[in-house]
């Protein structure tokens, strides 16, 4: 599967986004999708997952303030942004892999990866 994310941009501080993943080559069903970010000098680091049944995961620093959700008809992943702080400034990444892990959390258990859009927080 190709995943393409897009939605980032500049916003200032207590604004808000919505990120987009779109698939391609297989539909969004056959796969857990979730997103990561990294900022620069930093690690990849785990920001929100939604399984099938549609339980979500998120980090705690953005819990309360970001919301996945998934569109089948639409094969769309999307992150919503809300309240957002000049350290959610990262590039953020969408992500997929065949089944769920208790392992979410870590970015070495993620088989695809999108290229990635750039959020900018300014305070």
């Known amino acids: 599967v190709q995943l393409q994310a897009f939605g980032g941009g500049l916003v200032q501080a207590g604004g808000s986004l919505r990120l987009s993943c779109a698939a391609s080559?297989?539909?969004?069903?056959?796969?857990?999708p979730g997103w990561f970010r990294q900022a620069p000098g930093k690690e990849r680091e785990f920001v929100a997952a939604i399984r099938e049944n549609r339980r979500t995961y998120y980090a705690d620093s953005v819990k309360g303030r970001f919301t996945i959700s998934r569109d089948h008809a639409k094969n769309t992943v999307y992150l919503q942004m809300n309240s957002l702080k000049p350290e959610d400034t990262a590039l953020y990444f969408c992500?997929?892999?065949?089944?769920?892990?208790?392992?979410?959390?870590?970015?070495?258990?993620?088989?695809?990866w999108g290229q990635g859009t750039q959020v900018t927080v300014s305070s």
């Open positions: 992500v997929a892999r065949t089944f769920w892990t208790v392992q979410y959390y870590s970015d070495t258990q993620w088989t695809y």
């Open positions: 080559g297989r539909t969004f069903s056959d796969y857990t």
